[in-house]
C-alpha cells in the first residue's frame, strides 16, 4: 500500500519517462509535490524502491526504473504533466530513445581552468531527443544548445555524475537556483547552482564534500543553462 505522495511520485516519474525519456530532476519532483527539500523526495524514492515500485540505477544520473504501477493505475496521465496521453500499456523499461533526434556540438568535458569555447570541436556532434530542447520554455533552434561532457563530481547531489553528457542552452543569465555553465575570471568554465546574494554571486555544487564559492559579479559570466541530461546505457 502506497501513501499519497509515494504514488504521486511514482505516476509523475512515469509520466517524464515515457514523455521525454527521462525522470525529473529531484528539484523537479520537489516543487511537483509542494515539498519543501529534498530529503522529502530521497524518503519517497526510497520507499518506492522497498516496496518493489521503483529501481535506482547504480553510477547513472537521474537514472530510475518503474518496475511496476500500483493495482487500479490506468495508463492516462497524471494532471500534474499535460503532455500527450499515455500509450495503454507501460513496457518495462523505459528508454530514452526518440523518434525525432536533434545533432549538437558536444564541446568536450568541462573541468576547472578551461573556458567553455576551448572546448568546442566542430567534428564532434551528439544526437538527442528533440523532447529535450522542446521542454525548455519558448521555442529555440537547436543552434541555441550545445552539449558538454561532465569532469568530476561536484554535482553528483542533482543526478549529475563524472562522464555524463548534459544539455546546455545558451544564455548570459538565468533565474537564481538554476544549474549553470559559469565562466570565472575568463578562464575556469564550471557547472554549478547560481544564486545571486548582496554584493555577490555564489557557485553552489551539489556534493557536500565541495564548498560553496562566492565571488564578486564582475568575476562571473552565465555561459548557459541546464536543460536536460542524456545518458547512454
Not at 569532469?151 to 537564481?176: F, P, T, W, Y
Given at each position: 500500500m502506497l501513501t499519497r505522495k509515494q504514488k504521486e511520485l511514482l505516476l509523475l516519474i512515469r509520466d517524464r519517462l515515457t514523455a521525454e525519456g527521462v525522470p525529473p530532476s529531484f528539484d523537479e519532483m520537489k516543487e511537483a509535490l509542494g515539498l519543501r527539500s529534498k530529503s522529502g523526495?530521497?524518503?519517497?524514492?526510497?520507499?518506492?524502491?522497498?516496496?518493489?515500485?521503483?529501481?535506482?540505477?547504480?553510477?547513472?544520473?537521474?537514472?530510475?526504473?518503474i518496475l511496476r504501477l500500483p493495482e487500479g493505475t490506468d495508463g492516462k496521465k497524471t494532471s500534474r504533466n499535460k503532455r500527450s496521453s499515455l500509450p495503454d500499456a507501460m513496457p518495462n523499461r523505459m528508454s530514452a530513445a526518440n523518434a525525432n533526434s536533434v545533432s549538437l556540438p558536444l564541446y568536450g568535458r568541462i573541468a576547472a581552468g578551461t573556458p567553455i569555447e576551448a572546448l568546442r570541436d566542430p567534428d564532434t556532434h551528439i544526437d538527442v531527443p528533440a523532447a529535450l530542447l522542446a521542454s525548455s520554455k519558448g521555442k529555440r533552434a537547436p543552434d541555441e544548445y550545445y552539449a558538454l561532457e561532465i569532469?568530476?563530481?561536484?554535482?553528483?547531489?542533482?543526478?549529475?555524475?563524472?562522464?555524463?553528457?548534459?544539455?546546455?542552452?545558451?544564455?548570459?543569465?538565468?533565474?537564481?537556483g538554476a544549474i549553470v555553465v559559469a565562466l570565472v575570471d575568463k578562464e575556469e568554465a564550471t557547472l554549478k547552482y547560481l544564486e545571486r546574494r548582496e554584493g555577490g554571486v555564489a557557485l553552489i555544487p551539489a556534493n557536500a564534500r565541495y564548498e560553496t564559492r562566492v565571488f564578486t559579479p564582475g568575476r562571473v559570466e552565465v555561459q548557459g543553462k541546464l536543460v536536460g541530461l542524456v545518458r547512454q546505457y
Open positions: 523526495i530521497h524518503r519517497l524514492v526510497t520507499g518506492l524502491e522497498e516496496r518493489g515500485f521503483l529501481k535506482r540505477l547504480p553510477h547513472r544520473a537521474r537514472a530510475l526504473e569532469s568530476g563530481d561536484s554535482m553528483i547531489e542533482a543526478g549529475i555524475l563524472d562522464g555524463d553528457r548534459v544539455i546546455i542552452r545558451k544564455a548570459d543569465s538565468c533565474e537564481n
